[in-house]
C-alpha cells in the first residue's frame, strides 16, 4: 500500500489494526490525515485477508476534530481546503459504512468535532472511562461535518444531536453508553486491549454472514417497510448458502461448536 504519514497499519489474524499517530497534533483531521485513512480504507477494501479492523489512537486523544491552527493560517484559502480535503475524509467513512466488514474504534481521551463525527461512523465503539465526547464545531462557529448529520443523529436521535449541537454540551462515558452513541465503557488501560479482541471476535466468526448482517442493519434503516423485508429476504437466503451458513445450521442441529471459514 501507499506510504502513511499519520496512521500506522498491519494486519493479523484476519483483522486490519489501525491507529491514528499524530499525537503531537492530538491527532486532529488535516488533509493528509484525511489522505491517509481514505488510503487505510481502500487497502482494507482490497485485502481478502481482513475479516474485520480496530481502530484505536496514539497519545490521550483519539481524535480532536479538524486542525483550526492549519485552517487558521490558511486565511481566506480555508473554505476551499475543508472542501478539498472533506473529499478523502468523506470518502473514507462513505467506504467504511458500505465494506462488508466490521469496523470497531477504541477511544480514550476524547472525541471532538470531527473526531466524534468520525467515531459515530464506526459500527461498534468501545470507550474509556474517562473519555469525553463534544461536537464543539459551533463554538468555533462553524457547522457539523464528517457524515455526523447521518450517523449521530441515528444514534441517538435529533432532539439529543440539537443539543450537542448548538449547545456543544459534553458528554462522559457513562452518559455516552446510556445514550446509545458508544456501545461498551471499559478502564482506560484497557481500551486498545478490548477494541482489538472485539474486533479478533469478529474476524473469527462467520465473515459473510457478519459484513451482510451489517448492511441489512444499514439498508433498513433507510427503507421502506416492505424493501427492508424483501432486502432481509434476500440476504438471508443467500447467507444460508454460504460455507458458514450451512455449517452454522448443521452445527446448531448437531449441538456442537460451528467451524467458520469466513465464506
Request: glycine share 10%.
Amino acid at each position: 500500500m501507499v506510504e502513511l504519514e499519520t496512521i500506522t497499519y498491519r494486519v493479523d489474524n484476519g483483522v486490519a489494526h489501525v491507529r491514528f499517530n499524530r499525537p503531537e497534533g492530538a491527532n486532529a483531521v488535516n488533509p493528509q490525515f484525511s489522505r491517509d485513512l481514505r488510503d487505510v480504507m481502500v487497502e482494507i477494501e482490497f485485502d481478502d485477508a481482513v475479516k474485520a479492523a480496530s481502530f484505536t489512537a496514539e497519545g490521550k486523544v483519539f481524535c480532536a476534530g479538524g486542525d483550526l491552527k492549519l485552517f487558521a493560517e490558511a486565511g481566506t484559502g480555508v473554505a476551499r481546503l475543508a472542501a478539498d480535503m472533506l473529499v478523502d475524509f468523506h470518502g473514507a467513512i462513505y467506504k467504511m459504512n458500505r465494506l462488508p466488514k466490521p469496523f470497531v474504534a477504541g477511544v480514550r481521551g476524547a472525541a471532538g468535532g470531527a473526531g466524534l463525527s468520525l467515531m459515530a461512523a464506526f459500527d461498534l465503539v468501545v470507550s474509556a472511562e474517562s473519555a469525553k465526547y463534544t461536537m464543539a464545531y459551533t463554538n468555533a462557529g462553524v457547522t457539523p461535518d464528517g457524515t455526523s448529520s447521518y450517523f449521530l443523529s441515528r444514534h441517538i436521535g435529533l432532539r439529543r444531536m440539537l443539543d450537542l449541537t448548538l449547545t456543544n454540551r459534553v458528554l462522559d462515558a457513562a452518559t455516552a453508553e446510556s445514550w446509545g452513541l458508544v456501545n461498551r465503557v471499559v478502564p482506560d488501560d484497557d481500551v486498545d486491549t478490548e477494541t482489538a479482541a472485539l474486533a479478533q471476535r469478529l474476524a473469527d466468526g462467520p465473515a459473510w454472514a457478519l459484513g451482510h448482517a451489517k448492511r441489512v442493519v444499514y439498508e433498513g434503516a433507510d427503507r421502506a417497510l416492505e424493501s427492508a423485508g424483501e432486502f432481509e429476504s434476500a440476504t438471508i437466503a443467500a447467507s444460508m448458502g454460504t460455507h458458514d451458513g450451512l455449517e452454522g445450521i448443521a452445527a446448531f442441529a448437531g449441538k456442537r461448536r460451528p467451524s467458520f471459514e469466513g465464506r
